[in-house]
C-alpha cells in the first residue's frame, strides 16, 4: 500500500525558514517523479514543485522560484522542501503526490498534508 | 501556462440527480486531464486519469470524457458521499501541472 506522510509544519514568522519532509512507502520510491502541492486555507489547490526520480532534476512554479529548495533522500525514501524568505501568502497545507508513472501523469496518490502558517 | 477553468464554480443537487462538470483548457491537452475529489480536511482522491480512464476503486457511477480543450466529469446516480469539491488537472505540460478552480458540489 502507497503511504505518503508529511511532516515539519508550523508557525513561523515571515522571513524565516522551514524543512517540510514527506516519507514514503509502498512503492519504487527512487523511480518516480514526486511533487508538492500546497492549498491556502479556503482556497483550491496549486503545484509548488517537482523533483524527478532518475536525476533529480527540480521544477518550481514562478511563486516559490528562488525562495523554495525541492530536494529527496532515495536511501530514506524521504523528499523534502526547504522553505526560505517565507511570505504570508505561503500560509497553507503543504501536500508531497506521487505522478502515477516514472516519468509522466497526474497524481494518484496523496500525502495528509501538513500546515505551514506564516505570520507574526 | 495552460490556465484550466471549470463550471459551474458550485452547484446544488439531490441524491439521485446526474450531475455534470465541465473542465476547459486554455489550449490543446490531447486527454492529459485529471480528476480529484475533495472532502473537507482530506487530500484529495483520484477519480479519473487520461480523460476518461477510471482510478483503481472508483465506483462507475463517476465517467469523464473529452479531449482537446474540453472536458466533463459526470456522477451518474449522487450520493450522499459524492458531496465534495472538485478539481481537474492538466498533465500535459508534466510535471508542471495546472489545476481548475474546483467545483463545489452541495445539498439542494
Known amino acids: 500500500e502507497v503511504q505518503l506522510v508529511e511532516s515539519g509544519g508550523g508557525l513561523i514568522q515571515p522571513g524565516g525558514s522551514l524543512r517540510l519532509s514527506c516519507a514514503a512507502s509502498?512503492?519504487?520510491?527512487?523511480?518516480?517523479?514526486m511533487s508538492w502541492v500546497r492549498q491556502a486555507p479556503g482556497k483550491g489547490l496549486e503545484w509548488v514543485s517537482a523533483?524527478?526520480?532518475?536525476?533529480?532534476?527540480?521544477y518550481y512554479a514562478d511563486s516559490v522560484k528562488g525562495r523554495f529548495t525541492i530536494s529527496r533522500d532515495n536511501s530514506k525514501n524521504t523528499l523534502y522542501l526547504q522553505m526560505d524568505s517565507l511570505r504570508a501568502e505561503d500560509t497553507a497545507l503543504y501536500y508531497c503526490?506521487?505522478?502515477?508513472?516514472?516519468?509522466?501523469?497526474?497524481?494518484?496518490?496523496w500525502g495528509q498534508g501538513t500546515l505551514v502558517t506564516v505570520s507574526s | 501556462d495552460i490556465q484550466m477553468t471549470q463550471s459551474p464554480s458550485s452547484l446544488s443537487a439531490s441524491v439521485g440527480d446526474r450531475v455534470t462538470i465541465t473542465c476547459r483548457a486554455s489550449?490543446?491537452?490531447?486527454?492529459?486531464l485529471a480528476w480529484f475529489q475533495q472532502k473537507p480536511g482530506k487530500a484529495p482522491k483520484s477519480l479519473i486519469y487520461?480523460?476518461?480512464s477510471l482510478q483503481s476503486g472508483v465506483p462507475s457511477k463517476f465517467s469523464g470524457s473529452g479531449s482537446g480543450t474540453d472536458f466533463t466529469l459526470t456522477i451518474s446516480s449522487l450520493q450522499p458521499e459524492d458531496f465534495a469539491t472538485y478539481y481537474c488537472?492538466?498533465?500535459?505540460?508534466?510535471?508542471?501541472?495546472?489545476f481548475g478552480p474546483g467545483t463545489k458540489v452541495d445539498v439542494k
Open positions: 503526490a506521487k505522478y502515477r508513472w516514472t516519468s509522466a501523469g497526474e497524481f494518484d496518490y
Open positions: 488537472q492538466q498533465y500535459y505540460k508534466y510535471p508542471r501541472v495546472t
Open positions: 489550449q490543446g491537452i490531447s486527454n492529459y
Open positions: 509502498g512503492f519504487t520510491f527512487s523511480s518516480y517523479t
Open positions: 487520461a480523460a476518461s
Open positions: 523533483i524527478s526520480g532518475s536525476d533529480s532534476t527540480t
